[in-house]
């Protein structure tokens, strides 16, 4: 599968961006998210959506992202409200069909990934 993520950018404090995904194939039995990568730090899972429509975020994003896939256009939607400093990075979204591999936790290890999008967030 080929991911392309779009929507990156740089935005104040308090702000909001929307990132997309526009996958290859088809999207509807594959676990997805969004990773994030800050210089020097390890990929960090910000958002997973199951094949059954579940998600699961971490504590640091909870009540701010939401992700949501359209099955239809074979997209992926991160939607980033109440934006902080730390939340710059490069964000990443990820696919994999193997069960036992979805879990935010471990978006960032998952099979497929695109090349990323900038988000920057001044304070």
């Known amino acids: 599968e080929q991911l392309e993520e779009s929507g990156g950018g740089s935005v104040e404090a308090g702000g909001s961006l929307r990132l997309s995904c526009a996958v290859s194939g088809y999207i509807s039995s594959y676990c997805m998210g969004w990773f994030r990568q800050a210089p020097g730090n390890w990929r960090e899972g910000v958002a997973l959506v199951r094949s059954d429509g579940s998600t699961s975020y971490p504590d640091s994003v909870k009540g701010r992202f939401t992700i949501s896939k359209d099955n239809a256009k074979n997209t992926l939607d991160l939607q980033m409200n109440s934006l902080k400093p730390e939340d710059t990075a490069a964000y990443y979204c990820?696919?994999?069909?193997?069960?036992?591999?979805?879990?935010?936790?471990?978006?960032?290890?998952?099979?497929?990934r695109g090349q990323g999008t900038q988000v920057t967030v001044s304070s």
């Open positions: 990820a696919a994999d069909l193997r069960p036992w591999y979805c879990y935010v936790g471990n978006v960032g290890n998952l099979k497929y």
